[in-house]
């Protein structure tokens, strides 16, 4: 997918909670990257947006609410439930199709007007014999953690110190809902969850609007200092029932592998500069290494250690602090994007990693034990 | 525009009070039938495409998860559309923008809803605003209504021509269901029970009204390469089109309906349309109200603003009709929301590939199929034909 689709604007604003309401949100961030691009809603093709009905406040067919307020009024737009880079993947292929030019691409979730986010994941559990027993997202990690840490030896304290270092990160972004210096004493000495996750290492619940403007490689040249380009991207389902599926080898490395070979990518170790990934609970993050081949199957816990991922190191993994520090469920995903642009612009400013990033990855996933993967790469 | 695509294979439930099944079984059902069709296995397939009504409707979130296994996505690469009631025609342009992008030779696109194990109207109250709207708002009817008492007002349509119209609508589309395998309500009406049916909201009666359905449709959108290579009769796609507008009710003009007119134009210039009534040979219009169909035909040109009543009852939309609307008994007769959409487009591909069976149109070959969702605020088309 060699430059065909460029994200020519990027625009956020997060954080635990806002007092504007949903549609001032909303219509804020669209403001905000129609003026980064210096075009008016007349300039925009099409819309596609991102959310979830259940983490939507109690109103139903989301898009219908928002519909004016993201620029959408008496367009051709349509909608991805649940993971917002399936957003980014439709935009990107509706201009591919060369039906548009431009794509507004948004991601919302106003996680303080939502009840817990495992109050909506239980949602996700048939109601015959999953949701009796209480299966949760955060329930399907704690069993998913206890695997990990049994078959390869990982150690909680390797666990906890993704934590220490995404909370920390966060201290340098400005939309960071949860932030803070600890240490893995820290993280293992908080509340203990659902066993054997701890409070510090489960995300919060966020708020998040986000959007991004996608452009045809001519619109691109015309309106854009600084493309960055989707040079790939791919997806995977897994099975339903979590006793069905070997919780340790999911579809991550299937998403990933799409994306790379999209990309041209063969060495994801080598040529992967920075990452930004979705880690709700922090031992997810080690597991998504060896996902996206950054290192062998078991060794997430030995390549934290090694720093490889830390600001400093070989792949930055998460320098704006990750899911662990903002976590807007529903556009989380597309979150991730906007700070691999920044990264790749070299408009981070306090998170920007101390090199040069040509290649950045994003990655999105939802559903109990990651059952749902995305992954996206973007470039200069 | 993009590279040419085509539907290649549908399958749908036998649609109706399904408590036979299980939501999983229902969907696995219409996916199973699409395979058995078009010959092909799940191996074959490059992506999937999901897609249904708000997590309310049967109180489950997210349901791409909980089918992965009847949907045979496990493995695959996966979207999850939904824009409300016309989700279906929406999870259609998903699976078309995949293939057209380049990005797949072969995507299943599934639309399903078990409405029998929820309640469809709380549900649909949800979607109105929770502050002024939701109080006066009740599920679909009311709004309907409304919009079928602003139509009468506007033209200034008699009464009972626009009633008498409604009811041969009604008498009509019954009377087709008879002639589809697939179809929930098959019942004989006559043109007094339409007429005195116990009203719902006025002027909307009991038999104007569509059902709550259990069904699921499953599609395969295939690129040129794949047809070729697979030698099956294609429906392909000429036109897409959509467009949504304000969000509540009172802010737009729902007569003259600028989100269904221009959804229409959309993919009339994709197809090079110029006069529909003319040129198209069949539509699935989305009716799940004997008037708003009657309001879709004005919107998408198949005549001028407020004459529809008496085109209806001179016959120019039924089977032997000028252009023949709804065969397969329409939304009217069959209405699994979340697969409504989708449903009208497969009918749409079986018209135009020559494979509806009782209910085919002589030498269709070129098909309009429409879905319609929100607050009365969202139209979708999809437009198929038998050349490219």
Same mark, same amino acid.
């Given at each position: 997918?060699?430059?065909?689709?460029?994200?020519?604007?990027?625009?956020? &604003?997060?954080?635990?909670?806002?007092?504007?309401?949903?549609?001032?949100?909303?219509?804020?961030?669209?403001?905000?990257?129609?003026?980064?691009?210096?075009?008016?809603?007349?300039?925009? #093709?099409?819309?596609?947006?991102?959310?979830?009905?259940?983490?939507?406040?109690?109103?139903?067919?989301?898009?219908?609410?928002?519909?004016?307020?993201? #620029?959408? *009024?008496?367009?051709?737009?349509?909608?991805?439930?649940?993971?917002?880079?399936?957003?980014? *993947?439709?935009?990107?292929?509706?201009? /591919?199709?060369?039906?548009?030019?431009?794509?507004?691409?948004? $991601?919302?979730?106003?996680?303080?007007?939502?009840?817990?986010?495992?109050?909506?994941?239980?949602?996700?559990?048939?109601? *015959?014999?999953?949701? $009796?027993?209480?299966?949760?997202?955060? /329930?399907?990690?704690?069993?998913?953690?206890?695997?990990?840490?049994?078959?390869?030896?990982?150690?909680?304290?390797?666990?906890?110190?993704?934590?220490?270092? &995404?909370?920390?990160?966060?201290?340098?972004?400005?939309?960071?809902?949860?932030?803070?210096?600890?240490?893995?004493?820290?993280?293992?000495?908080?509340?203990?969850?659902?066993?054997?996750?701890?409070?510090?290492?489960?995300?919060?619940?966020?708020?998040? /609007?986000?959007?991004?403007?996608?452009?045809?490689?001519?619109?691109?040249?015309?309106?854009?200092?600084?493309?960055?380009?989707?040079?790939? *991207?791919?997806?995977?389902?897994?099975?339903?029932?979590?006793?069905?599926?070997?919780?340790?080898?999911?579809?991550?490395?299937?998403?990933?592998?799409?994306?790379?070979?999209?990309?041209?990518?063969?060495?994801?170790?080598?040529?992967?500069?920075?990452?930004?990934?979705?880690?709700?609970?922090?031992?997810?993050?080690?597991?998504?290494?060896?996902?996206?081949?950054?290192?062998?199957?078991?060794?997430? $816990?030995?390549?934290?250690?090694?720093?490889?991922?830390?600001?400093?190191?070989?792949?930055?993994?998460?320098?704006?602090?990750?899911?662990?520090?903002?976590?807007?469920?529903?556009?989380?995903?597309?979150?991730?994007?906007?700070?691999?642009?920044?990264?790749?612009?070299?408009?981070?400013?306090?998170?920007?990693?101390?090199?040069?990033?040509?290649?950045?990855?994003?990655?999105?996933?939802?559903?109990?034990?990651?059952?749902?993967?995305?992954?996206?790469?973007?470039?200069? | 525009?993009?590279?040419?695509?085509?539907?290649?294979?549908?399958?749908?439930?036998? %649609?109706?009070?399904?408590?036979?099944?299980?939501?999983?079984?229902?969907?696995?059902?219409?996916?199973?039938?699409?395979?058995?069709?078009?010959?092909?296995?799940?191996?074959?397939?490059?992506?999937?495409?999901?897609?249904?009504?708000?997590?309310?409707?049967?109180?489950?979130?997210?349901?791409?998860?909980?089918?992965?296994?009847?949907?045979?996505?496990?493995?695959?690469?996966?979207?999850?559309?939904?824009?409300?009631?016309?989700?279906?025609?929406?999870?259609?342009?998903?699976?078309?923008?995949?293939?057209?992008?380049?990005?797949?030779?072969?995507?299943?696109?599934?639309?399903?809803?078990?409405?029998?194990?929820?309640?469809?109207?709380?549900?649909?109250?949800?979607?109105?605003?929770?502050?002024?709207?939701?109080?006066?708002?009740?599920?679909?009817?009311?709004?309907?209504?409304?919009?079928?008492?602003?139509?009468?007002?506007?033209?200034?349509?008699?009464?009972?021509?626009?009633?008498?119209?409604?009811?041969?609508?009604?008498?009509? %589309?019954?009377?087709?269901?008879?002639?589809?395998?697939?179809?929930?309500?098959?019942?004989?009406?006559?043109?007094?029970?339409?007429?005195?049916?116990?009203?719902?909201?006025?002027?909307?009666?009991?038999?104007?009204?569509?059902?709550?359905?259990?069904?699921?449709?499953?599609?395969?959108?295939?690129?040129?390469?794949?047809?070729?290579?697979?030698?099956?009769?294609?429906?392909?796609?000429?036109?897409?089109?959509?467009?949504?507008?304000?969000?509540?009710?009172?802010?737009?003009?729902?007569?003259?309906?600028?989100?269904?007119?221009?959804?229409? @134009?959309?993919?009339?210039?994709?197809?090079?349309?110029?006069?529909?009534?003319?040129?198209?040979?069949?539509?699935?219009?989305?009716?799940?109200?004997?008037?708003?169909?009657?309001?879709?035909?004005?919107?998408?040109?198949?005549?001028?603003?407020?004459? !529809?009543?008496?085109?209806?009852?001179?016959?120019?939309?039924?089977? @032997?009709?000028?252009?023949?609307?709804?065969?397969?008994?329409?939304?009217?007769?069959?209405?699994?929301?979340?697969?409504?959409?989708?449903?009208?487009?497969?009918?749409?591909?079986?018209?135009?590939? +020559?494979?509806?069976?009782?209910?085919?149109?002589?030498?269709?070959?070129?098909?309009?199929?429409?879905?319609?969702? +929100?607050?009365?605020?969202?139209?979708?088309?999809?437009?198929?034909? !038998? @050349?490219?």
């Amino acid at each position: 997918m060699a430059k065909q689709v460029a994200i020519v604007a990027v625009a956020q &604003n997060a954080g635990a909670e806002s007092k504007d309401n949903f549609y001032d949100q909303a219509y804020a961030v669209t403001k905000e990257v129609l003026d980064k691009a210096g075009m008016t809603r007349d300039d925009i #093709g099409t819309v596609i947006s991102a959310s979830s009905d259940v983490f939507h406040g109690g109103i139903s067919c989301a898009n219908s609410y928002y519909w004016e307020t993201t #620029g959408a *009024f008496l367009k051709n737009a349509s909608r991805q439930d649940g993971e917002s880079l399936f957003a980014l *993947f439709y935009g990107a292929m509706r201009i /591919m199709t060369g039906h548009y030019d431009t794509a507004l691409v948004i $991601g919302l979730c106003k996680g303080s007007e939502n009840p817990s986010n495992d109050t909506c994941t239980l949602m996700y559990a048939d109601p *015959f014999y999953q949701r $009796g027993v209480g299966l949760t997202e955060t /329930m399907a990690a704690a069993l998913q953690m206890r695997l990990y840490m049994e078959r390869y030896g990982v150690t909680e304290e390797q666990c906890a110190k993704v934590a220490v270092k &995404n909370l920390g990160n966060g201290l340098r972004n400005p939309y960071a809902h949860k932030k803070g210096r600890y240490t893995v004493d820290d993280i293992l000495g908080s509340e203990r969850l659902i066993d054997p996750l701890t409070a510090l290492q489960v995300a919060p619940k966020s708020e998040g /609007m986000v959007a991004l403007i996608l452009a045809s490689a001519k619109k691109a040249k015309e309106v854009a200092d600084k493309p960055v380009w989707i040079k790939g *991207f791919g997806s995977s389902l897994d099975n339903y029932y979590v006793g069905d599926r070997d919780l340790l080898n999911g579809q991550l490395k299937n998403a990933a592998d799409r994306a790379y070979k999209m990309a041209g990518i063969t060495d994801p170790e080598k040529k992967i500069d920075v990452a930004e990934i979705t880690e709700p609970y922090a031992f997810q993050e080690l597991m998504w290494y060896e996902g996206l081949g950054f290192c062998k199957e078991g060794e997430g $816990g030995r390549l934290m250690d090694s720093g490889f991922t830390g600001m400093n190191g070989r792949i930055p993994v998460n320098p704006s602090g990750g899911v662990l520090a903002n976590n807007p469920y529903v556009s989380r995903g597309l979150q991730r994007v906007v700070e691999a642009v920044l990264q790749i612009r070299g408009e981070a400013g306090e998170k920007q990693v101390p090199k040069t990033v040509k290649t950045a990855l994003a990655h999105g996933t939802h559903g109990y034990a990651g059952q749902c993967h995305a992954v996206a790469i973007l470039g200069r | 525009m993009g590279r040419p695509v085509a539907i290649i294979g549908v399958g749908q439930t036998k %649609h109706g009070r399904r408590m036979d099944v299980s939501y999983p079984e229902l969907v696995r059902e219409a996916v199973v039938a699409v395979f058995n069709e078009t010959g092909l296995t799940p191996n074959d397939i490059d992506g999937v495409v999901s897609g249904t009504m708000p997590s309310m409707m049967e109180g489950i979130a997210l349901t791409h998860f909980y089918f992965a296994d009847a949907m045979q996505a496990a493995g695959k690469p996966i979207m999850k559309t939904e824009t409300c009631g016309s989700t279906g025609v929406s999870i259609a342009h998903t699976a078309y923008y995949w293939v057209a992008s380049g990005m797949a030779d072969l995507v299943l696109a599934v639309g399903h809803e078990k409405m029998n194990e929820g309640n469809s109207q709380a549900t649909m109250t949800t979607v109105a605003e929770p502050f002024y709207q939701r109080y006066f708002i009740s599920g679909a009817p009311g709004v309907f209504s409304m919009q079928s008492q602003m139509w009468m007002d506007r033209y200034n349509i008699p009464e009972e021509k626009i009633r008498d119209a409604a009811a041969f609508i009604s008498v009509t %589309h019954h009377d087709d269901a008879f002639d589809n395998p697939y179809a929930h309500i098959k019942m004989k009406v006559t043109m007094d029970e339409v007429k005195n049916a116990r009203i719902i909201t006025y002027p909307v009666r009991l038999l104007d009204v569509c059902p709550n359905s259990d069904g699921a449709c499953a599609v395969i959108f295939a690129s040129k390469d794949m047809v070729k290579k697979l030698g099956r009769k294609p429906a392909w796609v000429k036109g897409v089109g959509y467009r949504g507008e304000e969000y509540f009710f009172g802010d737009s003009d729902k007569v003259v309906w600028e989100s269904a007119i221009q959804a229409a @134009k959309q993919a009339y210039d994709q197809a090079g349309i110029k006069n529909p009534r003319k040129e198209l040979d069949v539509a699935e219009v989305y009716n799940p109200f004997t008037f708003q169909e009657m309001l879709f035909y004005e919107c998408f040109g198949f005549c001028e603003p407020g004459e !529809s009543p008496d085109m209806v009852l001179k016959g120019t939309f039924t089977r @032997k009709g000028e252009l023949p609307c709804d065969p397969s008994g329409g939304t009217l007769c069959t209405n699994p929301i979340g697969a409504t959409g989708l449903i009208r487009v497969a009918e749409a591909a079986l018209q135009v590939t +020559g494979k509806a069976g009782d209910h085919q149109i002589p030498k269709a070959k070129l098909a309009l199929s429409h879905a319609m969702g +929100g607050v009365d605020q969202f139209n979708g088309i999809m437009i198929l034909g !038998s @050349k490219l």
